[in-house]
C-alpha cells in the first residue's frame, strides 16, 4: 500500500461541476489512498459569495450538502469577509486549486485571477473554466513555466472526454491535418429534438425545462461555447497561438425543422461542428452548422454525445466520443488531472 499523502486543496466555484467533485471524494476516498497515495483534503471554498477557509479541512458531504440546500458559502465557518479568491489564493497554504467558476469572456474572473496568483506561488492549478485558457492561453503557460507549476484543463473540452490528453500525450510526432468535432451537447440535444419536426424556439424551450440550458443560451447556441473550446484545442493540441477573434463562428438559431427534414431525405443531417483544418503553416477555425452523412460517426453522434475525430499523417483517422448528460464525469475529468499532476 502507498504512503497517503494529504493534499490540501481549494475549490473554487462551487457549481455542479465541484460539487460533484466533491461527492467523488465522498465515493471514492478509500480508493484513492489504496490506489494513488493520496488524500484531498479540502481548505478553501469559494462561490460569488465570498470565500472560506478551515485548515483543518471541509467535511466533503456536509459542503456539498449545504449549497445543494441553497446556503451559501458566506454562510459557512471560517468566511473570510471582504477577500476576493485570489487575494485568499495569495497567500493561503495549500497544495492545489481546482478552478471551476463560472465562464466570463470579458475580464476572466474570477477564474484569471485566481489561476494567476496561483501559478505565481508554483501551486499547480487544475481547471475546468474556459475562460483562463481562452485569454491568455500563452500567458498562463509561461507563467506555470517559470515557476514550475503543473496546469491541466482536460475537462474544459468535451468533459470527461480526454480530447487534450489525446491530442498532447498520445499523437507523438504526427501533423494533424484536420479535426471535426461535436463539443457542445447542448446545441446537439436542440438540433435532435428539432430534426423530430419540433421548431427551434420549441426544442430551446424544452432544453430550459429540462434543465439542459441556460436561461440565457447565447453562449451554446451561438456557438461561442463550442469556439471556446476550438481555442483551446488549437493552442494545446495544434500548437498555434489562436484566439476567439480567430474563429469563424455561426450558431443553430438560423436552422430550422424544415431545414432537417429535407436533410433527413437526403440521407444527411446537420450538426454543429468546430474544424480545423490545415492551410500551410496554421489552420483555419471555423464553428458552424454542417450537414454531415447521418450514418457518419459525427452524423450518428446524438442527443447528449460528444465527438471528434482527427486526421493526422502517422496515426490514420481516429474516432472518439462520450455520453455525457450530467457533470459527474466532467469532475471525474478534473480528479485525473489533479491526480496525474500530483504523481508526476
Known amino acids: 500500500m502507498n504512503p497517503v499523502r494529504t493534499i490540501d486543496t481549494a475549490l473554487i466555484g462551487l457549481g455542479n461541476v465541484n460539487r460533484n467533485f466533491l461527492r467523488i471524494l465522498e465515493m471514492k ?20 459569495s465570498g470565500v472560506a477557509v478551515n485548515p483543518a479541512g471541509f467535511d466533503p458531504a456536509a459542503t456539498r450538502q449545504a449549497k ?27 497544495d492545489l486549486v481546482l478552478e471551476a467558476s463560472p465562464v466570463d469572456l470579458t475580464t476572466g474572473e474570477p477564474g484569471l485571477g485566481v489561476t494567476r496568483a496561483t501559478l505565481a506561488r508554483g501551486i499547480p492549478v487544475v481547471l475546468a473554466n474556459k475562460g483562463p485558457l481562452v485569454l491568455a492561453y500563452r500567458e498562463l503557460h509561461d507563467l506555470a513555466a517559470s515557476t514550475g507549476a503543473g496546469l491541466a484543463f482536460s475537462a474544459t473540452v468535451c468533459g470527461a472526454l480526454p480530447v487534450i490528453n489525446i491530442g498532447r500525450r498520445d499523437l507523438i510526432a504526427a501533423e494533424i491535418q484536420s479535426l471535426r468535432g461535436i463539443f457542445n451537447a447542448t446545441t446537439n440535444f436542440i438540433l435532435a429534438e ?35 473550446k476550438l481555442v483551446i484545442v488549437a493552442n494545446s493540441v495544434l500548437g498555434i497561438d489562436a484566439a476567439l477573434a480567430d474563429v469563424s463562428v455561426t450558431g443553430i438559431t438560423g436552422v ?83 491526480v496525474n499532476l500530483l504523481r508526476g
Not at 497515495?37 to 469559494?46: D, M, P, Q, Y
Not at 451559501?72 to 476576493?84: D, E, I, K, Q
Not at 424551450?205 to 461555447?225: F, K, S, Y
Open 68 to 94: 445543494e440546500a441553497g446556503h451559501p458559502v458566506r454562510t459557512l465557518p471560517g468566511f473570510v469577509a471582504g477577500a476576493s479568491p485570489a487575494e485568499v489564493l495569495a497567500t493561503l497554504a495549500c
Open 194 to 228: 428539432m430534426a423530430t419536426g419540433r421548431s427551434y424556439a420549441d426544442a430551446l424551450a424544452e432544453a430550459q425545462r429540462r434543465g439542459i440550458a441556460e436561461t440565457d443560451p447565447t453562449l451554446d447556441v451561438e456557438g461561442w461555447d463550442t469556439a471556446n
Open 256 to 338: 430550422t425543422a424544415e431545414h432537417l427534414e429535407a436533410e433527413e431525405a437526403s440521407g444527411s443531417t446537420i450538426k454543429l461542428l468546430a474544424s480545423a483544418e490545415r492551410r500551410g503553416d496554421g489552420y483555419a477555425l471555423v464553428v458552424k452548422p454542417t450537414v454531415v452523412a447521418s450514418d457518419s460517426f459525427l452524423g450518428q453522434c446524438n442527443g447528449w454525445e460528444m465527438g471528434i475525430e482527427i486526421q493526422s499523417d502517422l496515426y490514420g483517422r481516429m474516432y472518439h466520443k462520450i455520453w455525457e448528460r450530467e457533470p459527474l464525469p466532467t469532475a471525474a475529468a478534473m480528479l485525473r488531472d489533479a
Open 29 to 48: 476516498e478509500a480508493e484513492l489512498a489504496q490506489r494513488y497515495g493520496l488524500a484531498f483534503r479540502v481548505v478553501c471554498v469559494a462561490d460569488s
